[in-house]
């Protein structure tokens, strides 16, 4: 019987059965006529959109002749209202976007935008800009995200989506046939869009029925379509839900069905050839028209279905069927799925229809319950999965929990089927049941939730501020809280403007706590927007990110803490971010002060200024008294200036360098702990000026920047004795390093004469060795000899006679000094030298030095 009962409210279409449950009934509005209203439903068990058509002319009973835009769920609930008061002419249509923004535009091609609590959305947009200004918009056809508009001249404009707001104007459609164009351009009978993603282009494509035909409009193309002989003219057209198909009504009261090219796929002759008031796919097997109190539902077979009603109707299309939504109540016209059919269908002998009637049997204690079940033993997890399938479309709770015991009950008797299946759909119609709930008035289908998704659902949930019914199904589904959470969170600080701020903040973090990991940063963000300052400070405080934190405690300006937050967080990124803030914001002194406590920030500072900002760290520096911080960077500075192309040749940039030297001497002086460096300073300006000099009168430029030791070897290579030798006694330079640098410097432009006159002068303090090296350095042997007889010491005679390759004098010299090692060093100079190693081994028998081999 109760299959009976279930299968009698279907209405078989050929071969498939179809059904209209009722989702609710009665609605929860009052004194609401569909007849005198604009509406819009927004797809997946939306919410709808209700204002009076200023288009019809209606009696007013005891409402208000202002307009209001109404928002409702789809259990007639009501969400918001508002007055319309939008300027720009008659409202031409308003659809839902993806996204529950509702899209209003008017007659001048403005596009208003509200949310779900009736809220304009700023900024507006005009389709139709200031080049078409004076056009008014007379046809709009949406989806998606995206609508088409159709001028009064028939020009085509898109939006291909609200998020982007491009407008894009698509290509004009072709003139009528001159015989057709009398006083007015014919506009198109009916439009119809294929959507972006049923496209080749990726572009929308727009179907407008002018004259007897069909063209396709794109962005840069218009393509006649052939539309067969005598279907035209076209008074309705929709496209199918997967851009495949094209339903239209012809002028005769013909339903016909093409493909997207218009090649005819089938055709059905109406009773009247008026046009129907609404035409609408229910899913992708039929085809529903409605007139003024008649449905009519065509398939591929003869036989029509019809539903008549009393009042007026809206069709909503979903991808599973149509919702209809009346005056009292709001049903779902679908196919029947095949496992209810199964399970259902008067007389089916199916495995889970006998699993089905043998939970009745059981629950009456009958045997037959037993008999069922052998008789689908090989069966039964086929038969499972069709009752947990039909359980999931159903609505009917009672009938839900019955196909799941059902279910249960078969499981039990079945070892190969998969355990959580079951466990999975009483998840899912959990869900499902909760939203469909009047209150919250979202009627989805299981189809529609899958598409859907859980995650898009609680998005829609958290912006219906149903946070309680989000939280528990995230919760439920083990999906993550921090989404609702915040967003209560913000909403909260939003409507409760009358509450203190610390008790407001208990509320909060009350909740926010049950969610680890949640940002405090982006929720003190929300409570600065809406001019809480101190409830942002107190919120940001529990933030432990640093990188979230800091950057906000800048926004709200709590500079202070923002610098002490990262500088606890050891990110050099973060301090600089808080640096370069507080220095574009604070005054220098103040902003020497915040960073002088703080070591890190100090240092980070610091290192930057030395590169970039040696004024700005002088001040920083003389501040703090830190003189011989300064004098470095005023030492560091001449350093520069020298380095400067132009600072050569007697520049006058030498003089400015030479001032910062001196600013630098005067600095490190003031200092106690700094008196090497004074001196430094004192002795390097003195130099300098002594080198630009030279370079002055000696027109080269080669003494800036030479050490001492260079700028008197380069006074003595050009001939200038008598200012090395006042350089020599400026700078107190000893006698040993004045010898050996100007043997040196003698030996370098071979002036021998001039170097055995210089060693002759009076005893070197150096000795002779550096006379012989540097003859020896230059390749002159002979001078060499001059000095090498005058060495003191025989080793030093002896390995300077090898090395200008006299073996006998080395020898003897060896001898002298009665040191074998030597011997033995002396012999491996002269290895190739037969004669010479001789030499040294008779020295070595004659002498009996051990080791020498």
Request: hydrophobic residues 40%; glycine residues 6%; contains cysteine.
């Amino acid at each position: 019987m109760a299959n009976v009962s279930v299968a009698a409210e279907w209405q078989l279409l050929g071969d498939r059965y179809y059904r209209k449950p009722e989702l609710y009934h009665p609605m929860q509005w009052r004194h609401i006529d569909l007849s005198r209203n604009k509406v819009a439903c927004a797809p997946f068990g939306g919410p709808v959109a209700l204002i009076r058509d200023d288009s019809k002319i209606v009696q007013l009973y005891s409402e208000s002749a202002l307009r209001k835009l109404r928002l409702f769920n789809s259990a007639g609930v009501s969400l918001s209202d508002v007055v319309w008061k939008n300027p720009g002419g008659r409202l031409i249509g308003l659809s839902w976007s993806d996204d529950h923004t509702l899209v209003c535009i008017v007659q001048d091609g403005t596009v208003y935008r509200y949310n779900v609590h009736a809220e304009l959305i700023d900024p507006n947009l005009s389709i139709l800009g200031k080049d078409y200004f004076d056009e008014n918009v007379v046809e709009c056809v949406f989806w998606g995200n995206g609508v088409v508009c159709v001028t009064e001249t028939c020009k085509v404009f898109a939006v291909p989506d609200f998020k982007t707001r491009t407008v894009v104007r698509l290509a004009d459609p072709p003139p009528p046939p001159s015989s057709e164009l009398e006083l007015e351009l014919e506009l198109p009978h009916c439009v119809a869009v294929i959507e972006p993603q049923y496209t080749l282009s990726g572009n929308v494509e727009v179907l407008l029925a002018i004259g007897d035909g069909v063209v396709m409009v794109e962005e840069d193309e218009v393509q006649a379509l052939p539309v067969p002989p005598g279907d035209g003219p076209l008074q309705k057209m929709v496209v199918s839900g997967n851009g495949r198909f094209v339903a239209a009504f012809t002028h005769d009261g013909r339903l016909a069905v093409y493909s997207t090219r218009f090649e005819k796929m089938f055709e059905y002759q109406c009773e009247s050839a008026l046009p129907p008031e609404q035409l609408a796919w229910c899913g992708l097997d039929s085809v529903l028209l409605y007139w003024d109190d008649m449905l009519l539902m065509v398939g591929p077979s003869d036989e029509p279905v019809r539903y008549l009603y009393d009042e007026p109707i809206v069709l909503v299309p979903e991808c599973d069927g149509v919702r209809i939504l009346t005056n009292t109540s709001m049903e779902f016209l679908q196919l029947v799925p095949n496992s209810t059919v199964s399970i259902f269908k008067i007389g089916s002998t199916s495995p889970a229809a006998l699993l089905y009637d043998a939970l009745d049997h059981f629950d009456r204690r009958s045997a037959k319950a037993d008999e069922n079940l052998r008789l689908i033993r090989s069966s039964l997890p086929e038969a499972v999965e069709a009752c947990v399938d039909a359980a999931g479309h159903e609505f009917d709770v009672s009938r839900q929990r019955t196909l799941l015991r059902a279910a249960s009950y078969g499981q039990a008797f079945c070892s190969n089927f998969q355990r959580d299946r079951i466990q999975e759909m009483c998840k899912t119609l959990r869900v499902l049941n909760a939203v469909r709930n009047p209150e919250i008035g979202i009627p989805l289908s299981i189809q529609q939730y899958k598409l859907l998704t859980p995650s898009v659902l609680i998005g829609r949930l958290i912006n219906a501020h149903q946070h309680l019914l989000a939280l528990r199904i995230s919760e439920y589904l083990g999906m993550n809280q921090e989404v609702v959470i915040m967003h209560w969170a913000c909403s909260k600080i939003t409507a409760s403007l009358a509450i203190p701020d610390a008790a407001l903040l208990e509320i909060l973090l009350d909740k926010l706590r049950l969610c680890k990991g949640i940002s405090y940063a982006a929720v003190s963000a929300h409570a600065d927007k809406n001019g809480r300052r101190k409830l942002a400070a107190m919120l940001i405080e529990h933030e432990p990110r640093s990188s979230k934190q800091v950057p906000l405690l800048l926004s709200i300006g709590e500079e202070d803490t923002a610098l002490m937050k990262a500088t606890e967080s050891g990110d050099t990124d973060l301090v600089y971010l808080v640096l370069f803030h507080i220095w574009q914001k604070k005054q220098p002194l103040e902003f020497f002060g915040m960073i002088q406590a703080r070591m890190l920030a100090r240092d980070l500072f610091i290192t930057y200024a030395r590169c970039y900002k040696h004024e700005f760290l002088k001040d920083f520096f003389l501040s703090n008294g830190q003189l011989q911080e300064v004098a470095f960077l005023l030492w560091k500075e001449s350093w520069a200036i020298g380095k400067n192309p132009m600072a050569s040749r007697g520049s006058p940039l030498h003089g400015p360098r030479i001032k910062l030297i001196e600013k630098a001497h005067s600095l490190f002086s003031e200092t106690k702990e700094h008196t090497f460096e004074s001196k430094a300073a004192e002795e390097h300006a003195k130099l300098i000026r002594m080198q630009h000099e030279l370079e002055v009168t000696t027109k080269q430029a080669i003494f800036v920047d030479s050490s001492i030791s260079d700028t008197i070897r380069t006074c003595i290579v050009l001939g200038n004795h008598r200012a090395a030798m006042k350089v020599k006694t400026e700078f107190k330079v000893s006698e040993k390093r004045w010898y050996w640098l100007k043997v040196f410097a003698l030996a370098t432009i071979r002036d021998w004469d001039a170097l055995e006159k210089f060693s002759k002068e009076k005893r070197p303090p150096i000795g002779y060795r550096p006379f012989v090296e540097a003859c020896i350095e230059a390749d002159e042997k002979g001078e060499a000899l001059k000095y090498i007889p005058k060495l003191a010491d025989p080793r030093e005679r002896a390995e300077s006679y090898a090395r200008i390759g006299m073996a006998k004098e080395a020898a003897d010299a060896a001898s002298q000094a009665k040191d074998g090692e030597l011997l033995g060093r002396l012999k491996l100079t002269f290895a190739q030298n037969a004669a010479a190693s001789s030499i040294f081994d008779t020295l070595r028998d004659r002498l009996s030095f051990q080791g020498v081999s």
